[in-house]
């Protein structure tokens, strides 16, 4: 079998040794971007939905000559996630360490250890950690801080883990002051024209680039006038000036007049003090993320809208010393818009071991989607490099009592979402059938939805994401060693659901495993145990990324309805929904279902599932479980396996 080979000793020098600016450890999470201008909205906050985005050219004079941005009306925000790609373990049901080719969390690590989405927003991504002389990220940090050393975790140790509370990008830390030594420096009446040497967009350090705002401090030797010197505020950038592009100068106002120009000097400099940029502390990097491998890999959501930043930053393969395995994200089945980022590295790029890279997505049709490595991906897929992604729809931020008919018409005036059956024969969301009488279904008070449906036939009160898997304990045996592994003989024999077989899949909390560098790491944060109130509704994201084997998982006692297939909502160009009612699935590697589970036998309004429940199922202990037998162990063992239990309270 063919290895990817890379040069381990130069991509870890680089991370040390390369100026600040070419480092290969560096994260990206814009706070403004051409689609989403932080002049027209917050983007740390999902604004309500009321209509597709204004667009206006950027060229008032000559429209046809710029290009549309948005004007008013921004939808969306800016989220960023940043993973490590490396090795782990993972403890089976039966108490067998698994070796793991994984993905962990380099951001949002409280939340992934907590079972949320790893997804951020700026405000949350762009703060490093609260370091003090004798407070930093150690290895296997959180679960190392919090005395992770009971399996499931004591009521104590979760309650230590909720106050954590750190989500930013690990090892994010302000970069180094910076100095431009100044060519000219003259006033007009009180304002300050700063031209330096060299070009300033690489120099005024600030999250979005060079911008008004930014801190510089002015000094020198005996040629510079003291009114010039101190620190003060830029008030313009990109300025005109007869020696250099606009560029290389800037504006401040001095608190007095009348000074003199000064050209030439060898002694003034303008110097911008440190700022969060995507600066990195390789240290904290290797601390996190060696042995920090999760199954499943670490959770994803968005929103339609969202302009997505991930960076994967590759630690290497610790127990592997000979392999100098790249890695990518791929996501699976999603409609990139370049093939730049879709991880393949026939036409995308593959990250080293020592370097970073910053994928861009903006968020498609809502739906159950799952991401994976493609390097090898039959191996590093069955090694446990996969995780999941979902993406919620707009309908979720319709104002509540506005109609979902008319919000979803609103949506075809959005060319990338318009979807009119009559003029799209790929049109695979289409209004709901009913038209107008459907007006009388507003946006519930609580509540979401998983898709725009039109019709809120998708509202559900809870979800949970359940990632079906399997792993062949020889394959992770050998793959662990020197051996080439037998890929013809791959045969699953421990079956997960969310990385856990029966019975920890009901385990609440994170379950951690000891390493082989002496410290517990998270490695399967994603409990499978699914509470439901009497009388609620709950959506199971449901994804198989097993390499070897269907499965199939049944419902005892509580219907399965079947509303979503691969992303796609389950209607037809008519309109209408072809959802199905059914007790058990059957899915194979590579496929993902969304899946109701609904505890209210009759609603007072029968064709609204938000509708108050006039008759709730009785509660209990309910279960979830594959009916292949066979799939119900670990290993050798004759219980565990694709099985979980559905608590309805």
């Not at 089976?92 to 951020?120: H, N, R, V, W």
């Not at 950690?129 to 190392?144: C, H, M, Q, R």
Request: proline share 8%.
């Amino acid at each position: 079998m063919f290895k990817a080979r890379g040069w381990i000793g130069l991509g870890l020098l680089s991370a040390f040794a390369l100026p600040a600016m070419a480092q290969s450890f560096r994260v990206q999470c814009p706070t403004n971007t051409i689609t989403h201008p932080s002049n027209l909205h917050d983007n740390n906050s999902e604004p309500a939905y009321t209509g597709p985005t204004t667009l206006a050219s950027t060229n008032t004079a000559t429209p046809a000559d710029g290009y549309l941005a948005p004007s008013a009306n921004v939808n969306g925000a800016i989220k960023c996630q940043q993973i490590s790609g490396g090795d782990g373990y993972a403890t089976m049901g039966d108490g067998t360490q698994t070796y793991l080719f994984s993905f962990g969390p380099l951001s949002g690590i409280t939340d992934i250890a907590m079972g949320k989405p790893g997804t951020e927003f700026p405000s949350v991504f762009n703060v490093p950690f609260p370091v003090s002389t004798s407070n930093y990220l150690v290895p296997g940090d959180p679960a190392t801080t919090i005395g992770a050393t009971t399996v499931p975790l004591s009521s104590s140790q979760l309650g230590t883990l909720a106050s954590y509370n750190y989500n930013g990008a690990v090892g994010l830390a302000p970069d180094v002051a910076n100095s431009v030594n100044v060519l000219n420096i003259s006033e007009t009446g009180t304002t300050v024209t700063v031209v330096g040497y060299t070009p300033l967009d690489l120099n005024l350090r600030a999250t979005v680039g060079p911008v008004p705002g930014s801190q510089v401090v002015i000094s020198g030797g005996t040629d510079l006038p003291a009114g010039y010197k101190g620190t003060f505020t830029v008030t313009a950038i990109n300025v005109p000036n007869p020696f250099f592009p606009p560029n290389y100068a800037f504006n401040y106002t001095a608190p007095t007049s009348g000074l003199a120009a000064v050209n030439e000097s060898s002694t003034i400099t303008a110097s911008f003090p440190k700022a969060i940029d995507g600066h990195v502390d390789p240290r904290q990097i290797m601390d996190v993320g060696v042995m920090n491998g999760n199954i499943p890999a670490p959770l994803m959501a968005i929103d339609e809208d969202d302009e997505f930043f991930l960076t994967l930053t590759n630690v290497g393969m610790i127990m592997r010393p000979d392999l100098f395995e790249q890695h990518t994200v791929h996501f699976h089945g999603y409609p990139n818009a370049s093939a730049f980022y879709d991880g393949v590295p026939d036409a995308s790029v593959a990250i080293n071991i020592g370097a970073s890279f910053t994928y861009y997505y903006l968020a498609p049709d809502a739906g159950t989607y799952f991401w994976h490595c493609h390097i090898t991906p039959p191996e590093h897929l069955q090694m446990g490099m996969v995780g999941q992604l979902y993406v919620r729809p707009r309908q979720d931020r319709v104002a509540v009592g506005a109609s979902l008919y008319t919000s979803r018409a609103t949506q075809d005036g959005d060319l990338r979402t318009a979807c009119v059956s009559a003029t799209d024969i790929l049109c695979s969301n289409p209004l709901p059938a009913g038209g107008a009488t459907l007006n009388t279904v507003t946006r519930a008070t609580t509540g979401r939805y998983a898709y725009n449906d039109g019709d809120g036939s998708t509202f559900y009160d809870v979800d949970y994401p359940i990632q079906i898997h399997g792993f062949d304990p020889n394959f992770h045996f050998v793959g662990m060693t020197f051996n080439p592994e037998g890929f013809a003989d791959m045969k699953d024999k421990y079956f997960l659901l969310n990385g856990r077989s029966y019975p920890d899949t009901v385990s609440p909390g994170p379950l951690q495993t000891q390493s082989a560098d002496g410290v517990n790491h998270f490695s399967q944060p994603l409990p499978t145990i699914i509470n439901i109130p009497a009388g609620q509704r709950a959506l199971l994201r449901i994804s198989d990324l097993d390499v070897s084997e269907y499965q199939t998982l049944a419902s005892l006692g509580i219907p399965m309805q079947v509303i979503g297939y691969n992303a796609k909502l389950l209607r037809d160009q008519a309109g209408n929904n072809l959802y199905y009612t059914t007790n058990s699935i059957t899915l194979a590697g590579g496929e993902s279902l969304d899946v109701i589970l609904d505890t209210c036998a009759l609603r007072a309004t029968p064709a609204d599932p938000s509708s108050a429940c006039t008759t709730p199922m009785a509660t209990g202990t309910y279960y979830l479980y594959t009916p292949n037998l066979d799939h119900l162990s670990n290993d050798a063992e004759n219980f565990g396996g694709l099985m979980t239990e559905v608590h309805v309270n």
